[in-house]
């Protein structure tokens, strides 16, 4: 389709103002949204430097459920915070957002003094799903906790590493049956390259049955 375009338009000199389209109601709305949307976030990554450690905790978790991406540098911080708490849906609130990032934090984070804070941080790295964090959580298998243990057997096997093989094989003599059971299936999680451990296993009657479940529902 051809245009025509007035004469006089053309004329030397002229300026021609050409006004934005303006938007319709769903553009408007969505603006707005966008608008309230980085107003909200900011307000609660400001907060998180507030007096209250609830405040921060709260704001943690807030920004954790919006997925903001914006956040993920101050929420690393917040794992060093003086509350428990805090550190603790800091380190939810990345697992939410998803940045891989914050892994090497999050790392560190499995030596922190709280079991709370150590049993979350294992859970939120298998949920993250990032290789690099399979040492230390071969290393939390030896972590005072039992729940952290658990923790860290249950995100071996999310992960899936065949690195974690031998560590997850030594937890089948841990003093806790549970561990023993979230050992045996990360083994069958991992797949084929555990066969061979597994099929040891059978041997042990505590630990048959486990290590059959993990070879049936093994990929």
Known sequence: MKIRIPQF???KGRTIRIEPKPLDGEDKVQSIEQQLKRKTAQA???SLGDADPFVRAISSEVLGRLRERGAVAQLINSLHDP???VREKAAIALGHIGDRAAVPALIKALEDESEEVRVTVAGVLGHL???LAVPALTNSLKDPSTIARMKAAISL???GDPAAISALFNSLKDENELV???ACE?????GRPAVSALLLVLKDEKLRAYAAQALVKMK
Do not use: P
């Open 129 to 131: 799903k990032d290789r």
């Open 186 to 190: 990360a083994l069958g999680n991992i």
């Open 180 to 182: 023993r059971k979230y």
């Open 9 to 11: 338009l053309l004329q």
């Open 83 to 85: 509350s428990k708490y």
């Open 44 to 46: 609660l990554i400001d």
């Open 157 to 159: 096997g999310i992960i």
